[in-house]
């Protein structure tokens, strides 16, 4: 039987590529290597390949995280020449050649021949990460699965409550960041409120729930321009979400949110249900790069490449998709999945004798953002859409893009539950996960305070 290419032995001799980070970049630049003579280590701090455009889905009960987080290794694992491992990068040494990853206390260093460095970004909260207790982000599936515990767990609670003010403060969901992550989760709240949980209570209305979206800057979905900005804005207002830009988030506690106007008038909003969807800083291994290649760092802790997307002075390294500042492209997922596939390119174009390419250049094929079931807006070129078109060409686009066909025809089936009937899939939390946001409300009231919300007596007991 012929012998499958390559063999174990000759992978030893071949060039070795090093992908840090199995999101867009990093498994795109992986597969587009995958009929190249090259040894390719896939290296993350997570398993799986996480599509990030749908956590919000999942923090809100309507896909599990298996549907849009499948196994790196399991995609790859057809690519002989692609090997996974899980780990925390925490080093790169650009003289040496070596990438330094951890788990526990297991520690692995892995030389290269050339690197990709994919390692994306985090959420910022702008100088006040005491906040992250208070309002998660959504990064991660981690992100998403407390979220939706905090989400569900506070119409859990509210139906436990005699207080109405007490009740009204638990049903009050306050998102920051009206960028479309922000405008996703608002919207999917709010559906979740006043659609899928309408009968499942019998002492709280869902629907009376209270969705609030702000914003420092002066439009919703900034990066879409001012006419969908203020379409979309509509749109939410509509839906009974209560916009409020030019508010900055100046305090937060458990039980409440500062904001402070243009004015410099400050309102505190009493909610136990916050949701980070603001900023966002680059993984700290850009600063390190920078360090040793004197590549220009952001604030955003971003790497100012050269123009084929390597460092300076070490053109086998290469930096992509979030954590790369090149030609103010922005951090989405198209400007990740092409750099991937560039860097690939150079590599095999460098091995096998041909000149280089040329500059990186992203092709926008456009961005879009869902308001709420059969609503959302897109923008390709000078196109603007909103409403029911622009709605199914995101389920189009985010069907073709999820990885696997089983996992599609479960998304769709999902879908179909979620948006033509209310039912959530995936509503399923824990008591843990209900009580933590409890806890956390109760440890962090006034030491002088009674208890902050007094569980119902029951009189049948
Ligand atoms: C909630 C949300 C919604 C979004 N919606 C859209 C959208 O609708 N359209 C769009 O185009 N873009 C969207 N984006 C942006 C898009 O997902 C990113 O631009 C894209 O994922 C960037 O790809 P990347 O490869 O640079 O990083 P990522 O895809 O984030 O991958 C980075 C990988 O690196 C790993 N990693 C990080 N640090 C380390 C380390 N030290 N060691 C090892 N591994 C590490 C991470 O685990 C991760 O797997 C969204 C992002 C979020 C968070």
């Known amino acids: 039987m012929a012998q499958e290419f390559p063999t174990s032995a000759e992978l030893e001799r071949l060039h070795r590529v090093v992908i840090i980070g199995s999101g867009f970049g990093g498994l795109f630049a992986a597969k587009a290597l995958k009929k190249a003579p090259v040894q390719v280590t896939i290296i993350d701090k997570t398993v799986q390949h996480l599509f990030q455009p749908l956590l919000y889905q999942v923090a809100t009960g309507i896909l599990s995280q298996g549907v849009i987080a499948p196994p790196t290794r399991e995609i790859l694992n057809r690519q002989r020449n692609a090997e996974v491992l899980l780990g925390e990068v925490t080093d790169v040494d650009v003289e040496a050649r070596t990438v330094t990853h951890r788990v526990g206390e297991y520690v692995t260093t892995t030389p290269y021949d050339s690197l990709i460095v994919s390692a994306g970004a985090g959420q910022s909260y702008f100088g006040h990460d005491e906040f992250a207790e208070f309002a998660p982000g959504l990064k991660s599936i981690d992100d998403a699965l407390e979220l939706r515990g905090r989400i569900y767990g506070a119409f859990e609670i509210a139906e436990l409550l005699d207080d109405?003010?007490?009740?009204?403060?638990?049903?009050?969901?306050?998102?920051?960041?009206?960028?479309a992550t922000g405008v996703e989760v608002a919207g999917q709240i709010r559906e979740l409120s006043s659609r899928a949980l309408r009968h499942d209570f019998r002492r709280i209305n869902p629907a009376?729930?209270?969705?609030?979206?702000?914003?420092a800057g002066d439009q919703v979905l900034a990066s879409f321009g001012e006419g969908l900005g203020e379409r979309s804005k509509k749109a939410l207002e509509k839906l009974n979400?209560?916009?409020?830009?030019?508010?900055?988030?100046?305090?937060?506690?458990?039980?409440?949110?500062?904001?402070?106007?243009?004015?410099?008038?400050?309102?505190?909003?009493k909610s136990n249900c916050k949701v980070w969807a603001a900023g966002v800083s680059a993984s700290s291994l850009g600063r390190k790069l920078g360090e040793q290649t004197g590549a220009a760092v952001d604030r955003s802790g971003r790497v100012a490449t050269l123009p084929d997307t390597t460092l300076p002075g070490h053109e086998e390294v290469f930096v992509i998709g979030d954590m790369a500042s090149l030609n103010d492209y922005p951090g989405v997922a198209q400007v990740a999945m092409q750099g991937g596939k560039y860097a690939a390119g150079q590599i095999k174009r460098r091995l096998s004798g041909n000149p280089d390419a040329g500059p990186f250049k992203y092709f926008d094929k456009g961005s879009m953002a869902t308001?709420?079931?059969?609503?959302?807006?897109a923008k390709v070129g000078k196109i603007e859409l909103t409403g029911f078109v622009a709605w199914l060409m995101w389920l189009f686009i985010h069907i073709l893009y999820l990885v696997g066909f089983q996992k599609r025809v479960t998304t769709l089936g999902h879908w179909a539950m979620a948006f033509v009937g209310r039912a959530r899939a995936e509503r399923t939390i824990t008591a843990y996960e209900a009580m933590g946001m409890a806890d956390l409300v109760r440890a962090r009231q006034r030491a002088d305070s009674e208890i902050f919300y007094e569980p119902r007596q029951h009189d049948d007991g």
Request: glycine residues 8%; aromatic residues 4%; without cysteine.
């Open 164 to 179: 109405p003010e007490a009740a009204e403060q638990w049903l009050t969901f306050v998102v920051i960041g009206a960028g």
């Open 208 to 215: 009376d729930a209270k969705v609030i979206l702000v914003d």
């Open 241 to 269: 979400i209560d916009v409020r830009l030019g508010h900055t988030v100046t305090g937060m506690d458990a039980q409440t949110v500062e904001l402070t106007d243009k004015d410099g008038t400050k309102h505190v909003i």
């Open 371 to 377: 308001i709420s079931r059969f609503k959302a807006v």
